[in-house]
């Protein structure tokens, strides 16, 4: 079945600086590829997604991007403020219905 | 409003008990899924329904059963077979396309 890695498991940043977080993923037939951001407590909510006809999407500060050569997706926010402090996670999936989730990073903007 | 809602928010049950969690969405979606999801680790997929009537287990079912009678509903049962149910539970929806998935608030359930 699918694999997805997600790294780092934790990352801090300053305010203003950018966050990237990466995930790779073994399944070649993967080809819808969402980002969630959890707040403690709370369920996952999507924050942006991309299908593997397009290389990258952005909407506002955050962006993602796609190399299915090398199968892997990075999560890139900008201009990161403490309201982005969540923890944030990858996704994979194949077919409809089965999405494989990575371990998740917990991001941390210091003001 | 529109969304997905999960009662109870924190449900505490004896061991051995058979307890039913559930799941409502009002968004038309097709789909409906359940995960679990533990301390320091991602989601892991229990179960998933694409149309009412059918569903078919993910990666962790053992212990665990549901139904979907209806388009809105998908209650999730843990029974006493599942060795360990302390977890939190969370619940999705989505159109069959696009596959974004909606989540509940979740569940926090402890099993003592």
């Known amino acids: 079945g699918e694999n997805v890695e997600q790294h780092p498991s934790t990352l801090s940043v300053q305010e203003g600086d950018s966050a990237v977080i990466k995930c790779t993923y073994s399944?070649?037939?993967?080809?819808?590829f969402p980002w969630y951001k959890q707040e403690l407590g709370k369920g996952p909510q999507l924050i942006i997604d991309?299908?593997?006809?397009?290389g990258e999407k952005k909407d506002q500060r955050i962006a993602v991007t796609l190399n299915k050569t090398a199968k892997h997706f990075s999560l890139h926010i900008t201009e990161t403020q403490p309201e982005d402090s969540a923890v944030y996670f990858c996704a994979a999936q194949a077919a409809a219905g089965k999405s494989t989730f990575g371990d998740g990073t917990t991001l941390t903007v210091k003001p | 409003d529109g969304g997905i809602t999960q009662s109870p928010k924190y449900l505490f049950r004896k061991e051995g008990q058979n307890v039913t969690l559930s799941c409502e969405q009002n968004l038309n979606h097709d789909a409906m899924y359940w995960y679990r999801q533990d301390p320091g680790q991602g989601l892991r997929l229990i179960y998933y329904?694409?149309?009412?009537?059918?569903?078919q287990k993910g990666d962790i079912a053992e212990g665990y059963s549901v139904s979907r009678e209806k388009k809105e509903s998908f209650p999730l049962t843990v029974t006493s077979a599942q060795k360990n149910p302390t977890a939190f539970y969370l619940c999705?929806?989505?159109?069959?396309?696009?596959?974004?998935?909606?989540f509940g608030p979740g569940t926090r359930l402890t099993v003592l």
């Open positions: 399944d070649s037939a993967s080809n819808y």
């Open positions: 999705a929806s989505s159109f069959q396309d696009p596959r974004r998935q909606f």
């Open positions: 329904s694409q149309i009412v009537n059918d569903f």
């Open positions: 991309i299908r593997s006809n397009v």
